[in-house]
């Protein structure tokens, strides 16, 4: 023991004078030494302390910075020092925006967004079917800078050719329809915009925000400000659908949620039975909508509200939570009808003209919800693929119950059906018993087995835990602490926790795999090459 310490100082009294090159320079290293050395804080010049007494890894720390490739030249000399490597601090790794306005959208921190976003960032199914989210309001921005690349577009439709080319009874209906004018021609008003760049401002553009949805289809229905033209919407919607489903996707348009962020205080169903059964029917196709609660704190269930109170299962009502993750003060809620809060006061979104504005209200909090849908069907789900072609109302059902399940109780949210707010990030996990959820955990390598490949090469798999979606790194290290091989690689929250190194050409000897996840990192104690 004494011998090692000697040696650890003598490094260290080398190393302190030296010019340092562009390696690492540090006062912290860690070394593994061989198990039968065990030693303790002996030093001023050094500090020595067991980390790891199960795989018997040290923490040396010097007063001085010291350089990474001569303190490795030295400590190789010590017969029992199985690798070296620096202490470095990790940076926190999740899937962010470049969009400059990103930092005051709160609300999609909250929602836990930039975990799910490490899996998608929505625009179309892994089979590559196009997601396809229809918005029923006034009117919209369409040529909006952070949302033109967004909007759906009708391809069996010539524009402008005064023609209904694909026969549903809408003249020229390119980029959605204005239902007040049979044709696509679109008010530029701001609240269907306001409502519209929540769900898919264009993400990761270095433009504005970011929607919760990166990339996808958003279809446009304008011109909707009665019960009539909301039917007719509803409508349109179903048709496009309906086409899309028996042409096999080769018309019509994939739509999985409608967005429709107004309604009618102290009203009931039984006055408007037209509207509220166009839910059903919507589900039948798939469809799932999202409406909005009216802002106003009264009780619904005796005053009445509209599209609040319709009882169809394929609608998600929903209600406003604030910055404080609270239920605002002035709107209604429903432990019967109300489904869950989401974020809806001073949300930063679009507006008209390429500008950028605020939004309150459960207009706010209705396309969250819907984006969330629409992003949930870009999952990596095999079982939920296969719903969505044989029995495209159960996956609806499915992806609605996953949001539902998944939401962050609270009391502040007691008077919902769910008792919370949405969570996009618990409901994807919400889907691992159908879809057969990796191991979820604190990053640790579990095994490591090696195959031979007629004695010049071999294969490795490598099984591991990780609770991060982001960017992986698999590390190879031979007992001298020296790197000779690394990959970067991207777990899916319903694949395997398992990475396979192919026809790897390593000598005999002992080695070491190391697994980052840009919080930590963790180590195989050894495996031996035999070839």
């Given at each position: 023991m004494r011998s090692i310490l000697v040696i650890l100082l003598l490094c260290y009294n080398l190393i302190v004078g030296a010019q340092y090159s562009n390696s690492y320079v540090a006062h912290e290293w860690v070394v593994q030494f061989d198990r039968s050395i065990n030693f303790s804080k002996q030093s001023t010049a050094l500090d020595i302390e067991r980390i790891s007494a199960n795989q018997n890894i040290y923490l040396v720390t010097f007063d001085t910075a010291v350089d990474e490739k001569q303190l490795v030249s030295s400590i190789a000399y010590l017969p029992k020092a199985l690798y070296v490597f620096p202490n470095l601090d990790v940076e926190k790794r999740s899937i962010i925006p470049n969009d400059p306005l990103y930092n005051e959208q709160w609300n999609l921190e909250m929602i836990s967004l930039p975990q799910l976003w490490e899996e998608t960032q929505g625009g179309v199914t892994p089979?590559?079917?196009e997601i396809v989210i229809a918005v029923l309001d006034d009117g919209i921005d369409i040529n909006h800078e952070d949302l033109r690349n967004n909007i759906w577009i009708n391809k069996e439709e010539i524009p402008d050719d005064n023609l209904d080319n694909d026969g549903n009874g809408y003249i020229d209906d390119y980029f959605g329809v204005n239902i007040q004018e049979g044709r696509d021609e679109h008010p530029i008003l701001d609240h269907g915009t306001n409502v519209a760049g929540i769900i898919g401002a264009e993400g990761d553009n270095e433009l504005g925000i970011t929607g919760i949805n990166w990339n996808c289809k958003i279809m446009v229905l304008s011109g909707v400000t009665n019960v009539a033209e909301i039917i007719a919407g509803f409508d349109y919607v179903y048709n496009m659908k309906q086409k899309y489903l028996d042409s096999n996707g080769a018309e019509g348009a994939n739509v999985v949620v409608t967005n429709f962020s107004a309604g009618i205080r102290r009203v009931f169903p039984v006055d408007f039975p037209g509207w509220c059964s166009m839910y059903n029917l919507l589900g039948s196709v798939g469809i799932l909508s999202v409406g909005a609660t009216?802002?106003?704190d009264?009780?619904?269930?005796?005053e009445g509200d509209m599209p609040s109170l319709c009882s169809s299962e394929f609608l998600i009502v929903a209600t406003n939570s604030n910055i404080n993750d609270e239920?605002?003060?002035d709107v209604a809620t429903s432990a019967i009808h109300v489904d869950m809060a989401s974020p809806g006061d001073r949300i930063r979104s679009l507006d008209i003209n390429n500008e950028y504005g605020i939004i309150s209200g459960t207009s706010a909090s209705t396309?969250?919800?819907?984006?969330?849908?629409?992003?949930?069907?870009?999952?990596?789900?095999?079982?939920i693929l296969d719903q969505i072609a044989n029995n495209p109302a159960a996956a609806a059902l499915t992806i609605k119950e996953a949001l539902m399940s998944g939401v962050d109780k609270s009391t502040t949210y007691f008077n919902t059906v769910s008792g919370g707010r949405l969570n996009v990030y618990n409901a994807l996990l919400e889907l691992?018993?159908?879809?057969?959820?990796?191991?979820v955990g604190a990053l640790e390598v579990r095994s490591v087995e090696s195959k031979n490949n007629s004695g010049t090469s071999l294969d490795l798999v490598v099984e591991y835990v990780t609770d991060k979606l982001s960017d992986h790194e698999i590390f190879i290290s031979n007992a001298l602490g020296q790197l000779i091989y690394k990959q970067a690689f991207n777990p899916s929250v319903f694949e395997e926790r398992v990475v396979r190194l192919d026809n790897l050409s390593l000598p005999t000897g002992i080695y070491f795999i190391s697994i980052s996840n840009g919080e930590r990192v963790a180590s195989k104690s050894h495996f031996v090459i035999s070839i």
């Amino acid at each position: 023991m004494r011998s090692i310490l000697v040696i650890l100082l003598l490094c260290y009294n080398l190393i302190v004078g030296a010019q340092y090159s562009n390696s690492y320079v540090a006062h912290e290293w860690v070394v593994q030494f061989d198990r039968s050395i065990n030693f303790s804080k002996q030093s001023t010049a050094l500090d020595i302390e067991r980390i790891s007494a199960n795989q018997n890894i040290y923490l040396v720390t010097f007063d001085t910075a010291v350089d990474e490739k001569q303190l490795v030249s030295s400590i190789a000399y010590l017969p029992k020092a199985l690798y070296v490597f620096p202490n470095l601090d990790v940076e926190k790794r999740s899937i962010i925006p470049n969009d400059p306005l990103y930092n005051e959208q709160w609300n999609l921190e909250m929602i836990s967004l930039p975990q799910l976003w490490e899996e998608t960032q929505g625009g179309v199914t892994p089979s590559g079917e196009e997601i396809v989210i229809a918005v029923l309001d006034d009117g919209i921005d369409i040529n909006h800078e952070d949302l033109r690349n967004n909007i759906w577009i009708n391809k069996e439709e010539i524009p402008d050719d005064n023609l209904d080319n694909d026969g549903n009874g809408y003249i020229d209906d390119y980029f959605g329809v204005n239902i007040q004018e049979g044709r696509d021609e679109h008010p530029i008003l701001d609240h269907g915009t306001n409502v519209a760049g929540i769900i898919g401002a264009e993400g990761d553009n270095e433009l504005g925000i970011t929607g919760i949805n990166w990339n996808c289809k958003i279809m446009v229905l304008s011109g909707v400000t009665n019960v009539a033209e909301i039917i007719a919407g509803f409508d349109y919607v179903y048709n496009m659908k309906q086409k899309y489903l028996d042409s096999n996707g080769a018309e019509g348009a994939n739509v999985v949620v409608t967005n429709f962020s107004a309604g009618i205080r102290r009203v009931f169903p039984v006055d408007f039975p037209g509207w509220c059964s166009m839910y059903n029917l919507l589900g039948s196709v798939g469809i799932l909508s999202v409406g909005a609660t009216a802002n106003e704190d009264f009780n619904i269930d005796i005053e009445g509200d509209m599209p609040s109170l319709c009882s169809s299962e394929f609608l998600i009502v929903a209600t406003n939570s604030n910055i404080n993750d609270e239920l605002v003060r002035d709107v209604a809620t429903s432990a019967i009808h109300v489904d869950m809060a989401s974020p809806g006061d001073r949300i930063r979104s679009l507006d008209i003209n390429n500008e950028y504005g605020i939004i309150s209200g459960t207009s706010a909090s209705t396309p969250h919800i819907a984006g969330a849908v629409a992003l949930m069907y870009s999952v990596e789900c095999e079982a939920i693929l296969d719903q969505i072609a044989n029995n495209p109302a159960a996956a609806a059902l499915t992806i609605k119950e996953a949001l539902m399940s998944g939401v962050d109780k609270s009391t502040t949210y007691f008077n919902t059906v769910s008792g919370g707010r949405l969570n996009v990030y618990n409901a994807l996990l919400e889907l691992q018993p159908i879809c057969g959820l990796a191991n979820v955990g604190a990053l640790e390598v579990r095994s490591v087995e090696s195959k031979n490949n007629s004695g010049t090469s071999l294969d490795l798999v490598v099984e591991y835990v990780t609770d991060k979606l982001s960017d992986h790194e698999i590390f190879i290290s031979n007992a001298l602490g020296q790197l000779i091989y690394k990959q970067a690689f991207n777990p899916s929250v319903f694949e395997e926790r398992v990475v396979r190194l192919d026809n790897l050409s390593l000598p005999t000897g002992i080695y070491f795999i190391s697994i980052s996840n840009g919080e930590r990192v963790a180590s195989k104690s050894h495996f031996v090459i035999s070839i």
